[in-house]
């Protein structure tokens, strides 16, 4: 689906044909749609197609006078639970007198330009539009981490009340996420550096405080990543630690009760035998059998507590 809107002082508007100082906003589009920007616009074939591939690490390229920047944005993804947070890459291509952007699902982050939820947008001013959605990327990025966050702290409630798999599992899933998060974010930050310094993108003087922001925005999100990465690892060892323990004292109590149990039965055992015993004659002998089996079972109670296995 192709979508080209222009801006006016109320805001976006959608048009119909490609005029100059527009933004193109193409989701999931097939072949012929993708045919047709790229010979409106003059544009290279794969600038178009290569946004579309989900393993595209970001970079930016450079061809004439367009230049193609592919960011890995995050998502939220209701249909794959086992990873609920994933990156994706979105491509935006910056032309003279257009501004095309190409993912292959819709996200939020181009979205909150079609809401007015961004004041001062301008189409004219492309660089500043671009660091505008490099803003909104580290934003949701920020805003899935606390929500990864509240998440661990609710699978660790749950943990603490009793060890089930479903929650180590989910734990195992959100550490998937993070590990998403934190190599998209760095190859985000060095492509927006490498982007800052190419000579054919050229950064106003007041857009320069605008990539300042994004770039303490990303730095912060990158520190958030590692943190909360390096706390879910850490809990992962310490409830594996807390499993193993209580194998290891479950383990203990069975062995213990299977010697204890053992003494009573081997008295019994021998007294079974058809050979001569002691007592055998006598009319105290199965109680005489049953004392010694019970101060065996005691005594085995004793060492084992002493112990500390039970």
Known sequence: MISIFKKTDEGLYEIDEIEKDCWINAINPNYVELNEISKALDLPEEFLT???????????????????????????????????????????????????????????????????????????????????????????????????????????KELHKSMKNKELIKLLDLEKSLVYFTTSLKANEIMIERLSRAKKFK???????????????????????????????????????????????????????????????LVASIFGMNVALPFQNSPYAFIMTMVISLMLAIGGVVFFFNRKWF
């Not at 994004?214 to 909360?228: G, P």
């Not at 009760?257 to 009573?264: A, C, G, N, R, W």
């Open 50 to 156: 290569d946004p579309l591939d989900v393993d595209e690490r970001p970079r930016i390229e450079i061809e004439d006078d367009h230049i193609l920047i592919i960011l890995r944005v995050p998502y939220f993804d209701k249909n794959h639970p086992e990873i609920p947070f994933n990156t994706m890459p979105l491509g935006i291509v910056h032309s003279p007198n257009h501004i095309v952007t190409i993912c292959s699902t819709e996200t939020e982050i181009l979205t909150t330009f079609l809401d007015k939820r961004i004041k001062k947008l301008s189409l004219k001013n492309k660089e500043k539009f671009i660091f505008l959605i490099f803003l909104r990327t580290a934003i949701l990025y920020l805003k899935f981490l606390r929500q990864i966050s509240n998440m661990t702290n609710n699978l660790e």
């Open 203 to 265: 950064i106003d003087a007041d857009d320069k405080d605008l990539l300042e922001d994004v770039v303490v925005e990303y730095k912060q999100a990158i520190e958030m990543s590692n943190v909360y990465s390096n706390i879910l690892s850490g809990m992962m060892d310490a409830f594996a630690s807390v499993i193993s323990n209580n194998l290891n004292v479950v383990m203990k109590f069975l062995t213990s009760i299977t010697i204890i149990l053992m003494l009573p039965t």
